[in-house]
């Protein structure tokens, strides 16, 4: 039996971000590897979509977890997530994340496509939308 993760994925017209418990990310051994680009408000962190969410994509598939993302976009108008805190952590590391996919060439904007299209294309995401477009 698999195991899976299923968090929250908010899309505004510019940018997306993953929902997670930052209990979870500790579990996993990287809340200390979040860059300042993902935001956090509460007990959760929201991890950008191009380096962030890619960390947390890589070290879910080495632990033989699957990542499922429940869809939530808002064309019109910017996210309220822009609005929280930066994330920050004791044992936080760079701004810029060594693993981060524009690195590696993994989900590298230069050709136009983010690391959720690369991951959805190789079949390793499931999205499960909730109502509005598909």
């Not at 019109?76 to 930066?86: T, V």
Request: glycine residues 8%; hydrophobic residues 35%; charged residues 25%.
């Amino acid at each position: 039996m698999s195991k899976s993760l299923t968090l929250n994925f908010y899309q505004d017209p510019g940018h997306a971000w993953a929902k997670i418990a930052i209990k979870k990310l500790h579990n996993l051994g990287i809340a200390g590897q979040i860059s300042r680009y993902s935001y956090m408000r509460g007990q959760y962190a929201y991890l950008e979509e191009d380096c962030d969410l890619g960390l947390l994509f890589k070290t879910c598939d080495a632990a033989g977890i699957t990542l499922k993302l429940k869809s939530f976009v808002c064309r019109e108008r910017q996210s309220k997530i822009r609005s929280y805190m930066p994330y920050r952590n004791d044992i936080q590391a760079p701004a810029h994340n060594p693993d981060c996919p524009a690195v590696d060439g993994f989900g590298c904007r230069c050709d136009g496509r983010s690391l959720i299209d690369y991951m959805r294309d190789a079949g390793r995401l499931e999205f499960i939308h909730i109502g509005g477009a598909k």
